[in-house]
């Protein structure tokens, strides 16, 4: 494993110990929330979007879930990429929509397209799990719930 893969799995196994955004905050003003379960490994995830009042910005994103590290890191990573992009005002909904469909697009690319440190901070971690087909699910399971909030919201 070179220095980069360690670093990766550190950042990966950091955040499943470590998780951002974890506890469902409440539903108040604009929220939708999404339950996505993946039936190959039992992962589950419950995510919360609150959105503005016009429905344009995510304000708040929270999340409560079980399953592998992998799963669990990607939900961690995914909420503090959200809080980190959208800052103060929140993120724009077509921003969140980017950044879900860019990651779908480098999963899928089993190895091909590598994600971007700028464009997807941690979650950049998360793309060697391109190469093992099984996984890529647990890795787009709150990415997945995400894209359905706000579908509802």
């Known amino acids: 494993m070179n220095g980069l893969d360690s670093l990766y799995q550190e950042l990966i196994l ?3 110990k470590h998780p951002h955004g974890q506890g469902l905050s409440p539903e108040e003003g604009r929220t939708a929330s999404s339950h996505q379960h993946n039936p190959m490994c039992g992962d589950d995830i419950t995510l919360r979007v609150r959105v503005d009042d016009v429905g344009e910005r995510i304000v708040d994103l929270s999340w409560e879930g079980s399953g592998c590290s992998i ?3 990607s939900a961690s990573m995914l909420a503090a990429l959200i809080e980190e992009d959208g800052g103060e005002a929140g ?3 077509e921003a969140a929509v980017a950044l879900i469909d860019g990651f779908r697009e480098a999963l899928r690319s089993r190895g091909a397209i590598p ?5 997807f901070a941690d979650a950049a971690a998360l793309s060697g799990v391109s190469k093992f087909s099984a996984r890529v699910k647990c ?8 894209e359905d909030a706000l579908a509802r919201a």
């Open 115 to 119: 994600l971007d440190e700028e464009t």
């Open 14 to 16: 950091d955040h499943s």
């Open 71 to 73: 799963s669990q890191a």
């Open 91 to 93: 993120l724009p909904r």
């Open 139 to 146: 890795a787009m399971l709150a990415w997945v719930a995400l």
